[in-house]
């Protein structure tokens, strides 16, 4: 690789550009990534530090410090550029909105970038609002585009984000545009201004779901850009992917897996007209690396608060650990397929904690993406609760006819067998019987419910009063049967976040047994 982050030969120009994404809440991870980016820029000179976003949730230290924590390393790093991820606005409210990202925003001794985010009509932001491109930014200011003058050179960067998030997060206010049409109008605006050497900070997925696109896309559809930092499906891309094919200049595509395991280091040369030549890079891993003495003075009174919280016991008892299967870790089941013990759990937690406040309500739904690591065997703990829920959902309440309800069934069985975020766990006393083979929206064979000792089948034409999260509530995992009413102001947010009701139930068990217990019946398995 090159040596040096800026190389002026022969009318050429090698950038060197330092990435990450997808921290997830991984705070501990800093350390050891501050040593491994001082080594590199001692290895090959300065140039400039992008995240790809999802730096939060994940762990107890974001249900702790909120983005805080990381904000804390991040500036300590001299990041240059950061584009919100989806997991940025998963603690949307629908009340008081993202307290939290705008906090995250003001701290930050960074510019964040996305042309196609909208902050405009959520007041939180107001004063961080930046003009669209700015070739002066300012830290913790919100822009689509800015242009940063690099060793006597213009680089312009913009920013985009999934469209996935109105499905998988809850960004609230906050719009997400359509990125092809975002990215056009960035590097015609860009080359505007005479700007010839475009990157475009993405968290859109190297390959991800082609329907909201993805950074292959990206570098086939849109002319222009030069190379593209991406985050969101946690690829590693190393070395950087050379697209030749689309163009007649190429663009240069990297990503750096996920977690802090590794920092992207990429070189990438320009002729004289801003067309790039050749590119090198490489993902450090800095687990390779011993963790920065300073940068570990600072992590201690974090993870001493974590720690605390985490061993915290609440007096319950798991007498067998409940799982939490995958498809793609090798089990047979999965809990975004089928009925689990942990689900179950889950969802009788929250029904108990509705019916304290409607004691009419028919029956609580969790979805299944929200569900996030299994419960250990044991004295369970705090951190044990959070690391199952991590994302501090609301309880909601919602009105829903019985046509509703069963729409939402059918929404949830969409992909079954295979999984999905938005497959729903059920409370005690529901049953709900179906066949994965029949095509989507068909699949619903029977919903009953336990009402007065005997099971009932759902009347498409009652109302029911049904508990879930805040983030299913409006629509989240593709539920818009749920969204529509709650579009339509038939909900009330109780206030219980998912770990606390979770916490609550089993202390009232004491000692927590749980099995499957046929509440979902997928005929189709069965024969």
């Known amino acids: 690789m090159i040596s040096a982050s800026a190389v002026m030969a022969d009318d050429t120009f090698t950038l060197t550009i330092y990435h990450t994404n997808d921290l997830h809440g991984r705070t501990d991870a800093y350390p050891a990534l501050v040593a491994t980016l001082n080594e590199a820029r001692e290895t090959y000179g300065e140039g400039l530090l992008l995240d790809a976003g999802d730096v939060f949730s994940g762990t107890l230290y974001f249900n702790e410090f909120q983005g805080q924590d990381a904000l804390t390393f991040m500036n300590l790093m001299g990041y240059d550029a950061f584009v919100p991820g989806n997991h940025e606005f998963d603690l949307g409210d629908p009340e008081t909105g993202h307290q939290a990202l705008a906090a995250f925003f003001a701290g930050a001794d960074f510019p964040i970038l996305g042309a196609n985010l909208d902050f405009s009509a959520s007041p939180e932001f107001a004063e961080r609002l930046g003009e669209s491109i700015t070739v002066d930014p300012q830290p913790g200011y919100l822009y689509d585009g800015m242009i940063l003058e690099h060793h006597g050179e213009r680089i312009g960067i913009f920013g985009l984000s999934t469209q996935d998030s109105d499905a998988i997060s809850s960004p609230g206010q906050v719009t997400i545009g359509e990125y092809r049409q975002a990215a056009e109008t960035m590097v015609e605006a860009f080359e505007a201004q005479g700007v010839n050497k475009i990157i475009a900070l993405t968290h859109l997925g190297y390959d991800s779901d082609p329907s909201v696109g993805n950074d292959l896309l990206l570098a086939e559809q849109v002319e222009g850009i030069d190379v593209i930092i991406g985050g969101h499906s946690?690829?590693?891309?190393?070395?950087?992917?050379?697209?030749?094919?689309?163009?007649?200049?190429?663009?240069?595509?990297?990503?750096?897996?996920?977690?802090?395991?590794?920092?992207?280091?990429?070189?990438?040369?320009?002729?004289?007209?801003?067309?790039?030549?050749?590119?090198?890079?490489?993902?450090?891993?800095?687990?390779?690396?011993?963790?920065?003495?300073?940068?570990?003075?600072?992590?201690?009174?974090?993870?001493?608060?974590?720690?605390?919280?985490?061993?915290?016991?609440?007096?319950?008892?798991?007498?067998?650990?409940?799982?939490?299967?995958?498809?793609?870790?090798?089990?047979?089941?999965?809990?975004?397929?089928?009925?689990?013990?942990?689900?179950n759990l889950i969802a009788d937690g929250q029904l108990h904690a509705a019916r304290k406040v409607v004691p009419d309500t028919l029956m609580a739904l969790q979805n299944s993406g929200g569900i996030r690591e299994a419960l250990p065997q044991g004295d369970i703990t705090v951190g044990d609760l959070i690391a199952v829920?991590?994302?501090?959902?609301?309880?909601?309440?919602?009105?829903?006819?019985?046509?509703?309800?069963?729409?939402?069934?059918?929404?949830?069985?969409?992909?079954?067998?295979?999984?999905?975020?938005?497959?729903?766990?059920?409370?005690?006393?529901?049953?709900l019987t179906y066949d994965s083979r029949q095509p989507a929206g068909e699949r619903l064979i029977s919903l009953e419910v336990n009402r007065e000792g005997a099971m009932q089948a759902i009347d498409p034409d009652k109302i029911y009063t049904v508990a879930t999260n805040n983030f299913t509530a409006a629509g989240g995992d593709g539920h818009t049967a749920l969204g529509a009413a709650h579009e339509d102001g038939r909900y009330t947010i109780v206030g219980h976040t998912d770990w606390e009701m979770l916490r609550d139930h089993v202390v009232s068990h004491g000692e927590v047994f749980y099995q499957p217990q046929g509440r979902i019946v997928d005929i189709a398995q069965d024969e």
């Open 234 to 343: 946690h690829t590693r891309v190393a070395p950087p992917a050379l697209l030749t094919e689309h163009w007649p200049a190429p663009t240069v595509i990297g990503q750096a897996g996920e977690y802090g395991q590794h920092l992207g280091v990429m070189q990438v040369t320009f002729d004289a007209e801003g067309v790039v030549q050749e590119v090198s890079g490489e993902l450090l891993a800095v687990d390779e690396r011993t963790p920065d003495a300073a940068a570990l003075e600072l992590l201690a009174p974090y993870t001493a608060a974590i720690e605390a919280l985490r061993d915290e016991q609440v007096g319950a008892k798991a007498i067998l650990a409940l799982p939490n299967p995958r498809h793609g870790q090798g089990d047979a089941l999965s809990v975004r397929a089928n009925e689990t013990a942990l689900g």
């Open 389 to 431: 829920q991590p994302f501090g959902n609301r309880l909601t309440l919602l009105e829903v006819t019985g046509a509703e309800l069963l729409e939402t069934f059918e929404i949830a069985l969409t992909n079954a067998p295979d999984e999905s975020g938005g497959f729903l766990q059920v409370s005690e006393g529901t049953r």
